[in-house]
């Protein structure tokens, strides 16, 4: 029996418009793997997984938006990936590395980042259907982004593979660690999205120039510079609170699109939004 050729006619799809889906699958990939790597006690494997899930979240999106391949599907599949790789697999690790002694109270303490993690994805996506968002919200998020989320979770096993884990590693300080991550990312503190940054054309050739010195100092001292990152963006925090304040104050009518007044300092990128790169 033939099949009519009407609605039932198969629709063949460009290989450019899976580029997205396939990073975002790696993605997940990846932060299963960390998993995997942490049951087999390779912590370092485990880490680098996660900060490579790290990196393809922050691809996808951006090819999504190049290659116009942008779907509902890509959005919702970016989601979960984020909550795998990003809210279940730091969790896992850091509970095999370290709060496992704890018993009950370090297996909450997961559970507690989690979900906070999922809290905070469901927000994210939420928010993007409300078209009365301030302006700043194009250039802060509200919250720790999960990516950065999950770094900034394993960024004392990072600093262990560099000094050693006689503190760091202790059950109650990661424990405590966990929660204190968890809050920043539900929490309502401005941090930066690091999504529309410009960079002035003179600047242009110096920032080249450093991104290959700080390339060959990762390549060198890969957990160093790692550990660098994370506490400079830890010490972005503060600012971002006073920037998005001063932003505020000095465009409280303006739409998402407007262009601040005030100029915001950024040092690196921690997520950007779901329909432009599908970061949470």
């Not at 990939?29 to 880490?47: D, K, P």
């Not at 990516?147 to 059950?171: K, N, T």
Request: glycine share 8%.
């Amino acid at each position: 029996m033939k099949i009519g050729r009407g609605n039932r006619r198969l629709r063949e799809l460009p290989v450019n418009s899976l580029i997205p889906n396939i990073l975002t699958v790696l993605a997940l990939c990846a932060g299963m793997s960390a998993i995997r790597f942490a049951m087999q006690g390779t912590w370092e494997l485990a880490v680098a997984a996660i900060i490579v899930a790290g990196v393809l979240d922050g691809l996808d999106g951006r090819m999504a938006r190049l290659l116009k391949g942008a779907t509902k599907f890509g959005a919702e599949l970016d989601s979960l990936s984020d909550f795998i790789a990003f809210g279940v697999a730091p969790a896992l690790v850091i509970y095999m590395w370290s709060t496992e002694v704890l018993g009950g109270i370090g297996w909450i303490a997961g559970l507690a980042y989690s979900t906070c993690c999922a809290l905070r994805l469901a927000r994210f996506n939420t928010a993007l259907d409300d078209p009365d968002q301030p302006a700043w919200t194009s250039y802060f998020f509200t919250g720790m982004a999960a990516p950065a989320g999950a770094c900034i979770a394993l960024l004392p096993m990072a600093v262990s593979f560099q000094i050693g884990d006689e503190f760091v590693r202790q059950p109650v300080f990661m424990a405590v660690w966990l929660l204190l991550v968890a809050f920043m990312m539900i929490s309502q503190i401005p941090t930066y999205s690091f999504k529309r940054v410009r960079i002035r054309r003179e600047l242009v050739l110096p920032l080249l120039v450093v991104v290959g010195i700080v390339a060959a100092v990762l390549a060198s001292y890969p957990w160093f510079v790692l550990s660098i990152l994370g506490v400079a963006y830890l010490a972005s925090i503060p600012i971002s609170y006073r920037a998005q304040h001063r932003f505020a104050a000095a465009t409280p009518d303006a739409t998402p699109d407007a262009t601040p007044d005030v100029p915001v300092q950024v040092a690196d990128k921690a997520g950007a939004d779901a329909n432009e790169d599908k970061t949470p």
